[in-house]
């Protein structure tokens, strides 16, 4: 009897594998916002591009999130550890990003990078976010707490040598014996959330610029850094204090971590709840000023907020439009097909609005104090790094997920990227200040600096040119609302987020990109899905422009 071939596992019409590329290389919109920077450094950001798009990266990205973070409290003789265990993919990415600076760049770096640290370290840091997230929350905090550091110029002058090393060292000893270092942040606790003023951690000076802490933590995220910032209750009110996970003679210093957070995502991350019984810590600024102290750290850490909620966009679609160019459905492939080259198109205005929003605000940030100080970058920073953080983050869950359906069942198992992608998305929008917060920030600025929002319409209006229109009218009906009526403050970040991000991508000279972003998102219908482009507007050249084949 002849034997029967069943070719039951031959895979057809399937989109390839989406790595192999250079990301940084492979986004036109990227090399635009880069087209300034010095030779030097684009070499740099080819070689980081050359990373991201890897199949090593993509691999090591799945892996430190499959094989999640382990608190290993005690040792088998009982002795207490508080060690949480990674896999060793965790730890290449941690190496490879600290080896590029995104953890200090900003603070220190090349010659070549002054005057634009945080426009290059942005562009690392998008590229990033499109592979991996979660690592990127103990490099964000590093980079974020140097600035409340500044508070304790001694501090800062003893911890920031050994930070800035450019070497990654998961060893668990005294913070300035090591090789390179890292720093978490500890604020959250249950009683409180948003208002850290509640806190009930308590702080008792023991002299010589010492104290001891003694509470409890409902949120402190990267428990394996060598040190975190804190909020406390000093005798003079709420206090900001750096707290080693090490003393100086490398024992415990009564950190006892009570469980590791099972979050929805951000797996790769540790997050711990822990207790303080009597931790040493130094004073970081002034008694009672903690708040004040880390408004800075704060704002920091919401830029990078919106640049990995975008990078983490972008490499998801990105992903779609590889599939939909590979994937053939009624005789032609899905880029082809009316309605899915529209929904492609749709959703990369969303993400080029988001980028050029985000790499903004990192321009404005560099150009904010020194030689080069403008008022209206000033006032940019002040105003629009609320509303960026607000309207970038708060779109990546969608988007994220629209970019999942475009593959379909594919898309929503675990075994591909896109749904650890979706999983990751909520994130940003909820950490370092919730959609309320940031619009209740932005009500405070408004109240106590008008003139800044008037500084930020009349840049917009002079960026959008000719496409302005009644734009400026209705972001000051939108100013006068919220004056009003706190309530309406949502209203008034997204319309400034809007308008911002037209004005943004006019300046870069988008063309039809710009064209159809202002068109469909200041003028056009009330919309709640993707898809929504008519004639009037080229889908397919829009993605052609925005997401080239890979190579």
């Known amino acids: 009897m002849a034997e029967t ?6 895979v057809t019409n399937q989109s390839s594998d989406y790595a192999g590329f250079n990301a940084f290389r492979g986004d036109p919109l990227l090399r635009l916002l880069a087209a300034d920077f010095p030779d030097p450094v684009l070499t740099t950001l080819e070689r980081h591009g050359r990373f991201c798009g890897s199949f090593e990266a993509h691999d090591l990205a799945r892996l430190a999130n499959i094989e999640t973070p382990r608190l290993r409290r005690f040792d088998e003789k009982g002795r207490r550890l508080e060690l949480i265990d990674y896999h060793p993919a965790y730890h290449a990415l941690m190496r490879r990003s600290v080896a590029d600076g995104l953890h200090a760049s900003i603070w220190q770096g090349p010659e070549e990078e002054a005057g634009r640290r945080h426009a290059v370290r942005a562009a690392r840091f998008y590229m990033t976010a499109g592979v991996e997230c979660g690592h990127l929350c103990p490099v964000t905090m590093t980079s974020a707490s140097v600035a409340a550091l500044a508070a304790a110029p001694k501090l800062r002058d003893a911890w920031l040598p050994v930070i800035a090393t450019r070497q990654y060292d998961p060893s ?33 000076d023991a002299g010589g610029g010492h104290y001891r802490l003694t509470g409890h933590k409902w949120f402190m995220s990267a428990p394996m850094s060598d040190g975190f910032l804190v909020l406390a209750q000093a005798q003079e009110g709420p206090t900001c204090f750096l707290m080693p996970r090490r003393r100086d003679d490398g024992s415990l210093n009564g950190l006892h971590f009570q469980r590791l957070k099972d979050k929805l995502g951000n797996r790769s991350n540790a997050s711990s709840e822990v207790e303080f019984v009597d ?11 903690g708040v004040k102290t ?60 988001a ?12 150009r904010r104090t020194g030689e080069a100080a403008s008022e209206a970058d000033a006032a940019w920073a002040r105003v629009m790094t609320p509303v960026t953080k607000y309207w970038v983050c708060k ?28 999983r990751e998305a909520p994130v940003n929008a909820i950490w370092e200040g919730s959609g309320n917060v940031m619009a209740l920030d932005l009500a405070r600025i408004l109240q106590r600096d008008p003139q800044a929002f008037d ?7 002079a960026d959008m040119a000719e496409t302005a229109g009644g734009t400026p009218g209705v972001l000051r009906a939108a100013m006068s609302m919220a004056l009003a009526d706190e309530g309406a403050c949502r209203l008034l970040a997204e319309q400034l987020a809007l308008a911002g991000a037209s004005a943004s991508m006019r300046r870069l000279g988008l063309g039809q990109t710009a064209d159809a972003f202002t068109e469909t998102r200041l003028g056009g219908v009330f919309r709640h899905t993707y898809g929504m482009l008519d004639l009037r507007h080229d889908s397919r050249a829009i993605v052609e422009d925005l997401y080239p084949p890979i190579r």
């Open 395 to 422: 779109m990546a869950p969608g988007l994220t997920y629209e970019a999942m359906e475009c593959l379909g069942g594919n898309g929503y198992v675990e075994d591909g990227r896109l749904a650890r992608a979706y």
């Open 294 to 353: 880390i408004i800075e750290m704060v704002t920091l850490t919401r830029l990078d907020c919106a640049l990995a909620s975008a990078g983490l966009m972008r490499g998801a679609l990105a992903e779609a439009v590889h599939h939909a160019r590979e994937r053939r459905v009624f005789g032609k492939t899905l880029i082809e097909q009316p309605q899915m080259v529209r929904v492609l198109a749709d959703m990369a205005l969303d993400v080029a609005a």
């Open 172 to 204: 668990v000893k005294a913070p300035l014996t090591k090789a390179g270092i890292t720093l978490g942040m500890g604020m959250t606790e249950k009683q409180g959330g948003t208002d850290v003023r509640a806190n009930t951690t308590r702080a008792v």
């Open 279 to 289: 931790a040493d810590a130094r004073r970081v600024g002034d008694p009672g000023k």
């Open 355 to 366: 980028t050029v929003l985000s790499f903004r605000l990192a321009e404005a940030f560099d």
């Open 455 to 461: 500084t930020v319409i009349a840049t917009i209006e």
């Open 5 to 10: 071939n069943f070719h039951t596992h031959e």
